[in-house]
């Protein structure tokens, strides 16, 4: 009765949510809990398990979404291998092998058959007591350490099925190339059994169906929307099955590739999932490489438009890939502006984790060699400070925030990620950027930076307007070692920034960002 009635409130208050404060999302993997803990040498038994939600509570988190397994399954279960099974394991592809020293398989049989502990169950009640709604997520795809002849995330079913891989007309030869195929029925049919056995055993507010990892479902050229469409209604069906028996609602969430685009070209028709209403919340969202800053969060809101399906824009840790340089502070309340200012109904955070071994003025588990402390979002000590604001427009957009140019890191096959930056200009030529900033109001400090290796005198306008040169700076953290030209920008009403530079020689453009403060 209890947890009914807390299952209660938290349907209640999924409608609830007003433009003062909208559903933040927290995606917390299937490794993070056992590595965390495992590093900084906290004993991993039901008072961490719950104290790992508690310290929730209280922030603008209203969502967490449990990963519960890609290919390796979290618990025991008939349908796939757990980490449990790969503890006992002693041949894996025709290797011997011995998972009894792996940190998550030792921490699965600890967990399950010494201590009879069931993590999931323990997180979703714990969330519940503290008006957090659970989810479950599953990982549709993942592919890690695939090329590997043996690992602890490969299934024996990997192994023993080439032919349902996606790339069977060559060798394989890229990291996406040993995803499986979901033209292959029994590929369908295996998730879908896993969703509902999981359904079926646990209390939950819904299922995230996480395509990102990885979008590589078809063979090229054959990537099917009706196939993917017909899975998402089967997956309905089975949400519709439990909340039957649980007598509430079971949701249905959706990652999907960032570009509307992009994601339907990849068989993922999510306006069409929209009409169906064969999902409640969509999360478009980079896959891992660069948190996106032009999430066309406008353009998803018009196709979603009165589908009452939620829209929760994701973000990630990262914004370069050639260094360990996390999003800062900044960086991420920016791209909280963008998202709210364009129509956005929550926010999803991806690969934002705890840290058990925090202390003051330490990073702790995400120290970086490369970035100091205070610069990185992901931090525990810096998001204890921005989570309980997170899910507040007014003052997100009131706090200090950064545009930073990024790009989108997941394409078409055959478009390729292009990335704007670095780029050379000669003397006169002309160069445009985008950043999508959000709203900024009059009273606003606004300075533009850019990134230039070269001394030569450049014409710099913001949406048309001409900015003053004010002088340089270094750019902390470094994502450019190029010293920064910083610009005084005019207040401008529109919701992006269209930068506009002309060199009078030649320069090479590294970086681009826009302060508000």
């Given at each position: 009765?209890?947890?009914?009635?807390?299952?209660?409130?938290?349907?209640?208050?999924?409608?609830?949510?007003?433009?003062?404060?909208?559903?933040?999302?927290?995606?917390?993997?299937d490794?993070?809990?056992?590595?965390?803990?495992?590093?900084?040498?906290?004993?991993?038994?039901?008072?961490?398990m719950?104290?790992?939600?508690r310290?929730?509570?209280?922030?603008?988190?209203?969502?967490?979404?449990?990963?519960?397994?890609?290919?390796i399954?979290?618990?025991?279960?008939?349908?796939?291998?757990?980490?449990?099974?790969?503890?006992?394991?002693?041949?894996?592809?025709?290797?011997?092998?011995?998972?009894?020293?792996?940190?998550?398989?030792?921490?699965?049989?600890?967990?399950?058959?010494?201590?009879?502990?069931?993590?999931?169950?323990?997180?979703l009640?714990?969330?519940?007591?503290?008006?957090?709604?659970p989810?479950l997520?599953?990982?549709?795809?993942?592919?890690?350490?695939?090329?590997?002849?043996?690992?602890?995330?490969?299934?024996?079913?990997?192994?023993?099925?080439p032919?349902?891989?996606?790339?069977?007309?060559?060798?394989?030869?890229?990291?996406?190339?040993?995803?499986?195929?979901?033209?292959?029925?029994?590929?369908?049919?295996?998730?879908?059994?896993?969703i509902?056995?999981m359904?079926?055993?646990?209390d939950?507010?819904?299922v995230?169906?996480?395509?990102?990892?990885?979008?590589?479902?078809?063979?090229?050229?054959?990537?099917?929307?009706?196939?993917?469409?017909?899975?998402?209604?089967?997956?309905?069906?089975?949400?519709?099955?439990?909340?039957?028996?649980?007598?509430?609602?079971?949701?249905?969430?959706?990652?999907?590739?960032a570009?509307?685009?992009?994601?339907?070209?990849y068989?993922?028709?999510?306006?069409?999932?929209?009409?169906?209403?064969?999902?409640d919340?969509?999360?478009?969202?980079?896959?891992?490489?660069?948190?996106?800053?032009?999430i066309a969060?406008?353009?998803?809101?018009?196709?979603?438009?009165?589908?009452?399906?939620?829209?929760?824009?994701?973000?990630?840790?990262?914004?370069?890939?050639?260094?360990?340089f996390?999003a800062?502070?900044?960086?991420?309340?920016?791209?909280?502006?963008?998202?709210?200012?364009?129509?956005?109904?929550?926010?999803?955070?991806?690969?934002?984790?705890?840290?058990?071994?925090?202390?003051?003025?330490?990073a702790?588990?995400?120290?970086?060699?490369?970035?100091?402390?205070?610069?990185?979002?992901?931090?525990?000590?810096n998001q204890?400070?921005?989570?309980?604001?997170?899910?507040q427009?007014?003052?997100?957009?009131?706090?200090?925030?950064?545009?930073?140019?990024?790009?989108r890191d997941?394409?078409?096959?055959?478009?390729?990620?292009?990335?704007?930056?670095?780029v050379?200009?000669?003397?006169?030529?002309?160069?445009?950027?985008?950043?999508?900033?959000?709203?900024?109001?009059?009273?606003?400090?606004?300075?533009?930076?850019?990134?230039?290796?070269?001394?030569?005198?450049?014409?710099?306008?913001?949406?048309?307007?001409?900015?003053?040169?004010?002088?340089?700076?270094?750019?902390?953290?470094?994502?450019?070692?190029?010293?920064?030209?910083?610009?005084?920008?005019?207040y401008?009403?529109?919701?992006?920034?269209?930068?506009?530079?002309?060199?009078?020689?030649?320069?090479?453009?590294?970086?681009?960002d826009?302060?508000?403060?």
């Amino acid at each position: 009765m209890k947890k009914r009635f807390a299952f209660l409130l938290a349907v209640l208050a999924w409608t609830a949510f007003s433009a003062d404060r909208k559903p933040v999302f927290v995606n917390y993997d299937d490794t993070h809990f056992v590595h965390s803990r495992t590093k900084a040498g906290v004993a991993m038994d039901e008072a961490e398990m719950r104290r790992m939600v508690r310290q929730y509570k209280g922030t603008d988190v209203s969502d967490l979404v449990f990963c519960i397994g890609g290919r390796i399954a979290d618990v025991p279960n008939p349908v796939k291998e757990s980490w449990v099974d790969k503890y006992h394991q002693t041949n894996e592809n025709g290797y011997a092998v011995n998972y009894t020293r792996d940190i998550y398989a030792r921490a699965a049989h600890e967990q399950c058959e010494v201590r009879h502990l069931d993590k999931i169950s323990t997180w979703l009640d714990e969330s519940r007591t503290c008006g957090i709604r659970p989810w479950l997520s599953f990982r549709m795809n993942d592919c890690h350490a695939n090329a590997m002849p043996t690992n602890i995330l490969h299934p024996e079913f990997f192994h023993r099925h080439p032919e349902l891989r996606r790339i069977r007309h060559r060798a394989p030869l890229q990291y996406f190339d040993r995803c499986f195929d979901y033209a292959q029925a029994e590929i369908r049919d295996r998730e879908r059994a896993f969703i509902a056995e999981m359904l079926a055993r646990y209390d939950v507010h819904g299922v995230e169906i996480d395509w990102m990892r990885e979008p590589f479902c078809f063979a090229p050229g054959q990537e099917s929307c009706a196939t993917m469409t017909a899975f998402m209604r089967a997956v309905r069906e089975r949400a519709d099955a439990a909340a039957k028996r649980l007598g509430h609602p079971v949701k249905v969430m959706a990652r999907v590739p960032a570009d509307p685009e992009t994601a339907l070209r990849y068989g993922f028709d999510a306006a069409t999932w929209a009409d169906e209403k064969l999902v409640d919340v969509l999360v478009p969202c980079p896959r891992w490489e660069t948190t996106d800053n032009e999430i066309a969060t406008d353009l998803w809101k018009r196709l979603l438009r009165g589908t009452g399906v939620l829209l929760a824009p994701g973000v990630e840790i990262r914004m370069v890939r050639e260094r360990p340089f996390y999003a800062t502070v900044e960086q991420l309340v920016g791209a909280a502006a963008w998202h709210y200012s364009a129509g956005a109904d929550g926010f999803y955070l991806f690969n934002y984790f705890d840290d058990p071994g925090w202390k003051e003025g330490d990073a702790g588990y995400w120290k970086s060699f490369r970035q100091p402390v205070e610069t990185a979002a992901v931090a525990w000590c810096n998001q204890l400070k921005w989570l309980p604001f997170i899910g507040q427009p007014e003052k997100v957009l009131a706090a200090p925030r950064d545009h930073m140019l990024t790009y989108r890191d997941i394409t078409p096959l055959w478009g390729g990620v292009a990335r704007p930056l670095p780029v050379k200009l000669g003397a006169g030529w002309i160069r445009h950027f985008r950043l999508a900033t959000g709203r900024v109001t009059p009273d606003r400090k606004l300075t533009l930076r850019l990134g230039v290796k070269g001394d030569a005198k450049m014409q710099v306008f913001v949406n048309s307007r001409p900015c003053t040169s004010v002088g340089t700076e270094t750019c902390v953290p470094a994502f450019t070692s190029a010293p920064l030209k910083t610009y005084a920008v005019p207040y401008f009403p529109e919701d992006a920034a269209v930068v506009e530079v002309i060199p009078g020689d030649d320069v090479e453009i590294t970086y681009v960002d826009l302060q508000v403060r």
